[in-house]
């Protein structure tokens, strides 16, 4: 009888232990949806399908150089305003978005934690912190956040750096999807 005991104590944990492992990955992949490019776009995408998936409002320019650079204006992302680059590889393929705001003169800590909640909000928690600094030593603070989100299909880096000074501020923002296999 004690044995009977036994070994149904050890099916039942068994049966409790599976349904856990079960039910932990759809948990987990549930969290963060994969993102197949940005926006509309898609990793791999030739020159004339970039035209027709971004539309109207692409900005192509000749460079000096032979290439082209791909482009949009005033892209509102977690709130704020943004330039896009679409980053092509030799073979005119799509393979990594910029959304960013180059170097700006003003404080954007608050702008940078408004864009983090809204990747959170759309993509789940963030799967690594690249970085996380502040230093401060009375005449200098920078700080430094990096994030990144690893998806199945599309890395998303998050990166704000803000480095103020006696002379004035200089702040960065930023968020760059990529091609997370390569292509």
Known sequence: MLIHKL??????????????CYLIPVTVSAQ??????????RWGMSAEELATAVGPDL???QLG????????ADYRLGGQTFGVRFVRDFAGRL????????????NRME???????????????????????TVDDGNTRL?????????PTTTIIFHHGMTVVPEGT??????????????
């Open 7 to 20: 070994n149904l104590l050890a099916m039942t944990r068994t049966i409790v232990l599976l349904a856990i």
């Open 32 to 41: 963060s949806a994969d993102v197949l490019g940005w926006e509309q776009t």
């Open 59 to 61: 900005v192509v320019r």
């Open 65 to 72: 150089n032979g290439r082209t650079e791909y482009s949009l």
């Open 95 to 106: 393979i990594e978005v910029r959304v960013g705001s180059g170097f700006t003169n003003i």
């Open 111 to 133: 702008d940078a934690k408004t864009l983090e909640a809204s990747l959170v909000n759309a993509h789940g928690r963030f799967t690594h912190v690249i970085a996380n600094r």
């Open 143 to 151: 700080v430094i956040r990096k994030l990144k989100w690893l998806l």
């Open 170 to 183: 200089h702040d960065t923002l930023t968020v760059r999807y990529s091609s997370t296999r390569g292509l």
